[in-house]
């Protein structure tokens, strides 16, 4: 496996299930981050972490509950969903240099498509 | 006033031409802006970074930075048909990890 691999490329939920999303990164980073892309929309950062501690935190509703066990998985826990959280969510990794500093430059996986019915 | 505005098209440009896109931003402070290429139903690729105020060409791609400005614009070459996508530019601020995305301009190279 190389680059970032998301889990499960596509999912089918109604609003009182419990799912979640997995990212996997292979590149030797250590900042893993989730975006959320939505038809005609800029993607939407929601989370980062950098070295497993999350350090952004976009005001995202809380039946979105991230987790990060080490620098190279990421998991987006979903539960009590809307229609309107239907969208791509995207995983993405990067290198940090120092600090807080990072190159910036964000190696994205192939995304998860949701769908809440 | 959006973060980081572009135009989203479609660009249509015939198989050879220069595709020209724009982007600017409104946070002065950015340091960091990035071109990612994005196919339909695929994700996001990182084409070009620049970092400092001129050009910088990679192959056919040239970015070019005009920080007085607050302008980021991508030079495509001998466009072909396989550049037909959605071409996303981002702007990362000060430190930190936040990185702002445009919604994108959708390109179509005619054959």
């Known amino acids: 496996e190389t680059g970032v691999t998301q889990t499960p490329r596509h999912l089918v939920m109604g609003m009182t299930n419990k799912k979640s999303l997995k990212c996997e990164q292979h590149?030797?980073?250590?900042?893993m981050y989730w975006y959320k892309q939505s038809a005609k929309k800029p993607l939407e950062l929601m989370f980062v972490?950098?070295?497993?501690?999350?350090?952004e935190n976009n005001s995202v509703p809380s039946r979105f509950s991230p987790e990060c066990p080490n620098s190279s998985h990421l998991f987006l826990h979903l539960h009590t969903l809307q229609p309107e959280d239907s969208a791509l969510y995207l995983c993405?990794?990067?290198?940090?240099?120092?600090?807080?500093?990072?190159?910036?430059?964000?190696?994205f996986g192939e995304g998860s498509r949701l769908t809440v019915l | 006033q959006k973060e980081v505005e572009q135009n989203s098209g479609p660009l249509s440009v015939p198989e050879g031409a220069i595709a020209s896109l724009n982007c600017t931003y409104s946070?002065?402070?950015?340091?960091?802006f990035f071109w990612y290429r994005q196919y339909s139903g695929k994700s996001p690729e990182l084409i070009m970074s620049?970092?400092?105020?001129g050009d910088k060409e990679d192959g056919r791609f040239t970015a070019q930075l005009n920080k007085a400005s607050q302008y980021v614009s991508l030079l495509i070459r001998d466009s072909q048909p396989s550049d037909s996508a959605t071409y996303l530019c981002?702007?990362?601020?000060?430190?930190?990890?936040?990185?702002?995305f445009g919604a994108g301009t959708r390109l179509f190279v005619k054959a």
């Open positions: 993405a990794s990067s290198h940090r240099t120092s600090g807080r500093t990072n190159t910036g430059e964000l190696f």
């Open positions: 590149l030797g980073h250590n900042a």
């Open positions: 972490y950098s070295l497993e501690e999350r350090v």
């Open positions: 946070d002065r402070g950015s340091q960091s």
């Open positions: 620049i970092y400092s105020n």
């Open positions: 981002a702007v990362r601020g000060t430190g930190g990890f936040k990185t702002i």
